[in-house]
């Protein structure tokens, strides 16, 4: 977004995420629909909206990030960042939620034993899980919908950088948000 020099209203439309790998060339200034991570819809007055990833994003390489926290878990996991930074990628995205066929959160044991809900950041996570659905939520939803006790929450299960969340951590980035 840019303004121009006789300060006119900014413009909203798309701020999108591009897979690092791809090049624009002359015949293809554009990235293709399969090269974009997702993008944020930004509002005519400037205020960025949540992250919407992009259901046909295909990774360029295997690992690669498929959404700003599926990012953020790899650098976690391989400590390259603190864990300050996860609460606040997690307010700006949507999750889904892995439902059975009743509707009803599916809780499985995370890599560690501990019970969790299935949640996903992005389409792309989704194909790991076997659902008979999906509930798409915020983070301040997902919160409110945690047990208060006894049922964590499992980020991108089957995922290179999957992560168990801790339900009051979940709780407390969505009381900042």
Same mark, same amino acid.
């Given at each position: ?54 259901? /046909? ?41 892995? /439902? ?6 599916? /809780? ?28 798409? /939520? ?40």
């Amino acid at each position: 977004m840019t303004e121009s020099a006789d300060d006119e209203e900014p413009r909203g439309g798309l701020f999108m995420l591009i897979d690092s790998e791809w090049e624009p060339t002359d015949e293809a200034p554009d990235p293709p629909t399969e090269a974009v991570i997702g993008a944020w819809l930004v509002s005519p007055d400037g205020v960025r909206g949540r992250f919407q990833p992009n259901p /046909v994003y295909r990774p360029s390489k295997p690992g690669s990030p498929l959404d700003p926290v599926d990012a953020v878990l790899g650098l976690l996991a391989n400590g390259e960042i603190d864990a300050d930074v996860l609460p606040v990628v997690l307010r700006d995205v949507m999750f889904g939620v892995a /439902v059975d066929e009743q509707g009803s959160a599916i /809780v499985r044991s995370a890599p560690d034993g501990a019970p969790a809900i299935l949640v996903t950041t992005s389409y792309g996570h989704r194909a790991r899980v076997d659902a008979a659905g999906w509930l798409d /939520v915020t983070l301040v939803q997902l919160a409110a919908a945690l047990p208060v006790r006894g049922v964590d929450v499992l980020l991108n299960p089957g995922a290179p950088a999957s992560m168990r969340v801790l339900a009051d951590a979940i709780r407390a980035a969505a009381a900042e948000s």
